[in-house]
Each structure stands twice: as C-alpha cells, then as structure tokens.
C-alpha cells in the first residue's frame, strides 16, 4: 500500500527518472535503480538563508530523502521577506534547526540533519559521506573555503571522493548558478575576480574629507566609535549601536554640509548589506537544485557550467562554461603572475592584497622558497618580520620571483609569481 | 538650502525592519503600491480528462509565495481541483492532511501563514463560473495570474475581460524540464523608474555647461599657481571644463569630437598631471583621464524617448490622459526649447575637497530644481488647459520623472501569444524559429499541448489522448500547417526535428510539473509581477521561455 501510494505521490517526479528523454544519455539506464539511487544520495546543504530554505524545501520535492543542513545564523525580522519557512515567533533560534523541522514536517520520508555551527567546524571525513555539495551562501570566504576543501579531497584513485559543488548566489535582482566538479572545471578560486568586491573609500576621504553621507557613517563607525566608545565592542545587530553611529554621521554631515544619511543608509553601510528578495532567491535555488537531481540521476544533462541572471530589464540569462585556469591557486598547478609595483612597501602589498578582485585576502602572511617575508602567527615570528613592512618589495624579492601567501581564513597556501611593472 | 536635516533619531519600524532587504531596491513608493494591490491567481481550469486531474499549479502557489512575503496586499485563489496525492508530491503548500481536500482553499491557507499582512481569500470554482456569478469579480484585482495550460475558450474570455479592463495577464505553463509565460500588458503600459544602471546615466553637460557651471570652471583659473594640495583636489569635472576651454582656444571653438581627438585632449589632460609630488601622480587627474572618453559626448535623446515624445499620447493629450502622457507633454516642450531634457542633477563621487564637493554638488542640484520649476509650470499650464481633472499632478511626480527622464519607458502591450491568434505572432515565431540555439521550438512545442489540452476539456479527444502518439502528431502537424500556411520555407527540416525534441520532452511527464522547474519559474513570474505592480524595472515584453535540460532561457517578442 505504502508503495502504491508513494509510486502516485512521486508520479510525476518518478516519470523523468523511468522514461528516457531525446536529450538523455544514450546509455542511461532509466527505472527503479535511478528512483533508488537518488534517495539513497546523501547530500549537503550549506547555509538555511535565503537560498537555503528554498534549497531544502526543493531537494525534499525532488525526491531525496538524506539531506543535512549547516548554518551558524539565528533567525532575524529582516529575514521573513523571503525566508518562508521562519515565522515572527522563530526570531532568535537556530536556523538550520527551525528550517530543516519545517520541511521534514511538510514533506513526508525525508529526513533533515541540521548542524548549527561553521563549516570550518568539520573535516574531511565529515564531507566525504556526502554525495553532492550545495551551497546557498552570501560569504565569499565560506564559497571559497568549501571549495579548496572539496578540491583537497579529490583522490584520483577514488572516484567517490569527487563531490560536485553548486553553488547558487543573488544580490536584488541578479543572481548566478554554478557546478563545479572539483579538480575536473573551473572552481570558485578560478572565478574569484568575476565577484570583485566593491572598492573601499580610502581612509583619507573617511577622516579628512568626506563629500558623500556614506562617508560620514564610514567615520562614525572606524573612527569616532573607536576613539568615544573603546572599550565597548561594537554589534551591527544593536539597534542602539546603529543608532549611535547614525547621530555622529549626521552630525558630521552638517559639519561638512553633506545631504542624505539616514537610518537605513546607516545601517546598509555598517552591515555591508546586500538587497534581497524572495523571487530571486527562488530562481536561483531552483536552479541549483535541477543541476543537483540531474547529477543525482543522469536524466538530462546538467549545466555546464555558469548561468547568470538578471531580471532589472526582462528576464536575462546566460549560460557558458567557465574557464578552468591553469594557475588557480587552487585547482591550478601554475604560480599566478601578479604585477606590482618594486617601489611599493610590503605592507602597501599586504593592504592591496585585500581590494585586488584576484586576491582578495584580508590578513596575509607571506615567504618566498628561502626566506619569510612576514608572518602573523606567532608573535615571536610576527616581531622578526615586522621590520620588513617598510621595506620596498624589490628589497625583498626578485622580478618574477615566486611567493607563497597564507591566511588564516583559508586551508591553502596562494602562489603567486610578482612581476614588477 | 531647501532640503533640511533630520533632526533626531528616528528607528524604523517593525515593519520597515521586516522589509528592509527589499525597501532598498523599490523603495516605500514600491512597498506602498505592492500593499495597494491585490492578486489573482487562476490555478486550474478543472480536469483534463476523467484520468488526469489537470494542472498542479505549483507554479501559481510559488509566485504567489513570493509576492505574499513581500507583502502584497492581497490575493484570491480561484481552483476548482481537490487535493489528490500527485500534488503533494510537487506542491510545498499542502500537507498530509490536504489529501480529499479543496485545493484553493488548503493551498490559501499554507500561503497565508507566510505573512499575516497579507489577506487571502479562495474559491473552488473555475473562473469562467464565476466571472459569470459576479460580474465584478475580476475588477478587484490588479494583477492575473493563470497557471495553463488551459483550454483556449476560458482563456480567451479571461484575457479579453482582464484587457477591457486594463488588467495585466501573466499566462504561464511548466512541465517537465520545460516552462514558458506571457505577459499581456495593457495597450501602453509607461514606466518612470526605470532603474538603469547608475553607470549609464550620468549626465554632467561637459559639453554644453549652463552658466553657473561654466562660471565655476572658469574660477579656477591658473592651475599652474595652486600648491600640490590643492592642484591634487580640484574636481575632475572642473579640470576637463578646464581643459576643453583650453583645446577650444586652439581648435577654432571646436571641441574635440571624434576618438582621435579625444585621444589626444585625454592626452593633454594626462600630461598636465604633476608627477614631482610624494605621490609620482594625482587622482583627480586620473579620474578626469578615466572620463574622457565616455562624459565628452553631445546631449542626444535616446531614441526610446524619441518616440514617445512622438506618440499621439504624448503630443495631444486629453483630459483623461494618465498623468505619464502630461509630464511626458510638458518634458516634450522644454526639450523643444532647450534641446536637452531636464538635469537629472545627481553628481558621481570624486576626488575634492569636501566643501569643493559640496558647492559643485549644489550647482547640479539647483539647475535640477530651476528646471523642475520649470517643467512644473508646463504642467499646470497643460492641465489648465485640458480642464478639470480628477487632482492635480503631484509635485513629487514631476520631480521623479524629471530625475528620470532620459530612460523613461513605454511598453505597448500584446495579447497572450497563439499561433492561431494574430498575424504578427506568426510573423515573430517564423523569424526566430531557425536562429541557433532558438527556445521558439520549446514555445510551439507548448502550443502543441495547449491545442491538446483544449481536445481533451472539450471531450473531443478520448480521455488517454495525453501520452497517444496519433494525437500529439496531429496536433503538430496542425500548429505546423499554420505556421507555413503564408510561407511553405518557414520551418525548415531542422526546426521541425527541434519542435518534435521539445514535444518528446514535454510528453515525458504527461503534462505533469517537476517542482524545481515550476519554482524557478514562479521566481521568475512573481518577478515580472512586481515590476508590473510596483512599476518599476522593466517587465517582460512579452514572452520567457526557459529550458531547464540546457540551464537557458530566452526572451521573445511573439
């Protein structure tokens, strides 16, 4: 009985996978093994935001019935507008927890495993039971974190260590899908300066001549706060703490005749916030998780390996593969060459490590093969490296010389060669 | 200074909290129309056949999911069906105990739990029932939204009563790993707030500056005079109005107006950079280098304005004319006499002193304002003129076109697309039918289920016709006679294989949705959806089709 229901229930799902299709494999094989293969496949969610709500709810309406979910974040007001399946009265608790109790309530036989907590948390053997990897994230650092796991998994005697990685990200009305099969395509370090970050305005512009309201938040948050309120650690989810910054902007903006800081722009600035909405996060999930039942089944195809869409003007997408580079620092085997300047400073080079769309890492530490330029961690190190910050970086190594980089937020060291302009 | 500060701490409210993510793309003018409108959804048309329960309508429940988080203000669910298993295998917004169950009546409920600011009501009848009952029943509505397919009388009569009254229609359908929708949009439908990307917009009158513009270029006089502090803060704009005076000297008054005289004034800007200083270069010139190129263009009108300025609309309007014709009157006239639209008056950042900044900023502004006073005046003028309208224009949305002007838009709108239906569908679908990579086959392909759809709800095809080679051939062969009826080369051999692919894909599952598709597709028309309402962005013109095998979609005009 159970079964008749189920083969109703799924009738439509079921016929995709027993049916080959004019764009199927040819040698697929449809029919029960597929149905069972797919809900045998453990799979990854990371992130119960946004994407991730729709995410789960998606896998559980495409038939898998393993899904675990990962997400350190509590459940804010500003989340209701698109994460459906949060409630007034869930602020404050765990999303992974509210979210995978809610579709696992919805969607009769699956089970969900939440996991409140960082990806950084787990290990390899953590993420070598899964079968697919989906990430619905709004940090560059946790993408790019999964991402060289995932590649320093790949054992190339062992198939079964390959996990494919989606990756599904929006802003307002835009938004992008991607498959990653690790070691095999173009990975989230290959596409790096496709997501540059925006530009930050110079500490100058901040401290001395500010001429946008933005500005004058960016004092009042780096500067005023730090000389007024030392010793009070500053929490962009204190309204009063916001509140605060507000009234020193504004006050500064009069100072300087400068229109337009509001509570709102104070906030946005302070909390780099990033408009979101739930018809594209809907898309963007929804695309995702076609990519992971296709993995999952072999029915159709699955991208290969970028759509990008942006709905301001119509309905705008475009689907192309990413290229694979041969000196990603991550699934490369090449140093990357970056030019520089030989008179700049080391410490010049460390803070343009940080904006560089290519780069982008934030607390650097560096060596060349024979010798260590700077080192972070430990402070005995830190304390003998230190006198190079000063130094010009042709005082420190030679034109195509190749360096090592380290950040405490990554597994992996960067290589790059330095090429002097 | 008109504009005056705020004056102490104002939080936002609860409800500005909830939505804010969103008040940042459409603002509280968007929020407020989305909570003035209410939604129709028309999720099924009855049963296919005594086998097949018809249309699942997952696709109308998730955009309806995301517009009731967004805080429409309300919707009404019109399904004559009852809740059977299938759905629960596709549908997010039923559970268990919805098994037996009307439709509408379960899925409203489950939707309106996404948000208690959002009114929700049902009714499990179909529409051409109740449209019949109540006579006013569509009028309620600011939106419709019809889950297909759905057999052609009852959409028809749908269309037309939602087009008599300047209802906008979203048709959509989504089966296996194929969907498409239409949007039919009244017979003009303007925009406003068309959002461009800021990138495109500028619009800093290098060429052509008013005299207070002109007369602050000129103050600075001698670069050569000023210390590095000050020569490294002089406003780019300043420089290159400062520059440009310079090559006009030397060029009989001309300004440099191609690429290689651009070139050559970015040169001379570069080169009069100072490199002597601690920093061996100065920002401000190299932001004026940057702009050289794309800000040393004469004023012209985009010739999407153009042509609206030239619609019958636009020249002539009536007392009855929407507010959009009048502004776009009055804007018509002062670019007749001035040859450039109104200062949009918005100023990119630039390397300055901050009171440098601000007093530049202030000479945008007040241009901006001198020539909304101005379009203001015409307006009331027109208005006088017309005789008595239901209020006058607001002040606020003078202002708005005038910051807009330059990529205001008119979309005129078409009816849902049938490839029995008008000539100029058939035209559109013949031409892009053999474009490589062309989604039109997957459109055909979907009018094919559309016509059998429509046998199988009009008892004229047996109940099994959904998955019967002989039917779906026929109706092929039926859509392709009318399409090659004018032109027997429309559709070429490798078209017609294409057309056949998409149908084999669709028939995969029998008419029935895969939940990712339909909730990809209900992001995509709940999108189009809030640009309708909301008035903002650009909506589809007129059809999406998406192709979830290849990860694509593609827009058409048909």
Known sequence: MASTNSSLRWKHLHKVLTKPGPFSDQDWVPGLETISALETSKILVIGAGGLGCEILKNLA????????????????????????????????????????????????????????????????????????????????????????????????????????????????????????????????ECQLDMHAPRPAVPLCTIATIPRQPQHCIEWAHQIAWQEKRKDDPFDSDDLDHIGWVYNEALV???????????FQMTQGVVKNIIPAIASTNAVIAAATTSEALKIATSCNPYLDNYMMYAGEEGVYTYTFEAEKKPDCPVCGNLARSMTVDPDMTLQEYIDALGDRPEAQLKKPSMRTEGKTLYQRFPPQLEEQTRANLNRKLRDLVENGQEIAVSDPAYTIDFRYRLLFK | MADAFPSALTGPSSKERKYDRQLRLWAASGQQA???????????????????????GVVGVETLKNLVLP????????????????????????????????????????????????????????????????????????????????KRPSLDALCKAASELNIPVLYTRSVGFYSTFSLQLPSLFPIVETHPDPETTQDLRLLNPWPELAEAASRIGDLEVLDDHQHGHVPY???????????????????????????????????????????????????????VLKSLNPFSLRSSTREIFEMEECKNPQADSADFWIIASAVQEFFQ?????????????????????????????????????????LVRRIESQLGPRPGEILDKDIEIFCKNAAHIKVIRGRNIPEIDGEAQTLKAICNNISIPDSLVPVFVAFQVLDNVVTGLQEGKLSSGSIDDEVVWDTEIDRVLFALTSDDQSAVDQDARELILEATQELRRTEGGELHNISSLTGGLVAQEALKVITRQYVPLDDTCVFDGVRSRSEMYTL
Request: aromatic share 8%; proline share 5%; glycine share 8%.
């Open chain 1, 61 to 188: 309406l495409s038939g898998f019935k393993d899904i675990h979910v990962i997400d350190m974040d509590t459940i804010d007001i500003s989340n209701l507008n698109r994460q459906f399946l949060f409630r007034q009265s869930d602020i404050g608790k765990p999303k992974a927890e509210v979210a995978a109790a809610f579709v696992e309530r919805r969607v009769k036989g699956v089970r969900i495993t939440p996991y409140v907590g960082k990806i950084q948390d787990k290990d390899e053997d953590y993420y070598m039971q899964f079968k697919i990897v989906v990430c619905g994230l709004d940090s560059i650092e946790a993408r790019r974190w999964i991402n060289a796991t995932l590649i320093g998994m790949v054992d190339p005697s062992n198939p079964e260590s390959l996990k494919p990685l989606i990756d599904g990200g929006t802003e307002g009305f835009k938004g992008q899908a991607r498959v990653i099969l690790p070691t095999l395509s173009s990975c989230i």
């Open chain 1, 252 to 262: 500064r903006s009069k100072q300087f005749h400068i229109h337009g800081v509001t």
């Open chain 2, 34 to 56: 989305l909570e003035e409108s209410r939604v129709l959804l028309v999720n099924s048309d009855g049963p296919w056949s005594s086998q097949s329960a018809g249309v699942s």
């Open chain 2, 71 to 150: 805080g429409i203000g309300g919707f009404t669910i019109v399904d004559p069906a009852i809740v059977t298993e299938a759905d629960l295998g596709v549908n997010f917004f039923l559970e268990e105990q919805s098994l037996g169950k009307p439709r509408a009546a379960e899925t409203c409920r489950l939707l309106q739990e996404l948000n208690p600011d959002v009114e929700g009501s049902f009714q499990s009848k179909s529409i051409t029932e109740l449209m019949r009952q109540d006579p006013g029943f569509l009028a309620q509505h600011r939106l419709v939204l019809v889950s297909g397919p759905m």
């Open chain 2, 237 to 291: 704009l300043l420089l290159l109005l400062h520059y440009l005076g310079k090559w006009k000297d030397a060029h009989n008054g001309n300004f440099p107006s191609n690429y290689k005289e651009k070139s050559e004034f970015r040169e001379m800007v570069r080169s009069s950079a100072r490199t002597s200083n601690p920093e061996g270069g100065e920002e401000n010139y190299d932001e004026a280098v940057a702009a």
């Open chain 2, 337 to 377: 006499q001035h040859n450039v639209l109104p200062l949009p008056g918005s100023l990119p950042d630039m390397k300055a002193q901050s009171a440098d900044y601000v007093s530049l900023q202030n000479i945008y502004k007040s241009k901006a304002r001198k020539d909304v006073e101005e379009v203001t005046n």
